[in-house]
């Protein structure tokens, strides 16, 4: 089991950042791929950004490249998303979650295997 707890969300204008940041705990967090999701109001969720077991590699959605920027710390078991010239289409409540392989983090979000409460981020205009 891993349990995952995002922080950093809050409330930023447009053109603002935001760096979230999501703990993990129990299994060894450098053994899963990472990857951060968001979900807006009767929207379905769609991901953002995912990196590799030692950070190696990394992929993000066409509508945040160039903007966000995924990166992790394996001995602080932490994963973190920088978000920079934020939009308010950004707003949404953003989540983290392991995936077993770097292969099925890029698969979609069913193949996720943990998944954290998320962090709610809200961007005005």
């Known amino acids: 089991q891993v349990q995952l707890a995002e922080s950093g969300g809050g409330l930023v204008q447009a053109g603002g950042s935001l760096r979230l940041s999501c703990a993990a705990s129990?299994?060894?967090?450098?053994?899963?791929?990472m990857g951060w999701f968001r979900q807006a109001p009767g929207k379905e969720r769609e991901f953002a950004a995912a990196?590799?077991?030692?950070?190696?590699?990394?992929y993000y959605a066409d509508s945040v490249k160039g903007r966000f920027t995924i990166s992790r710390d394996n001995a602080k078991n932490t994963v973190y998303l920088q978000m920079n010239s934020l939009k308010p289409e950004d707003t949404a409540v953003y989540y983290c979650?392991?995936?077993?392989?770097?292969?099925?983090?890029?698969?979609?979000?069913?193949?996720?295997?943990?998944w954290g409460q998320g962090t709610q981020v809200t961007v005005s205009s």
């Open positions: 990196i590799s077991w030692n950070g190696g590699s990394t």
């Open positions: 979650a392991a995936a077993t392989t770097w292969a099925l983090a890029a698969a979609g979000a069913s193949k996720y295997r943990y």
């Open positions: 129990g299994r060894t967090f450098s053994a899963y791929a």
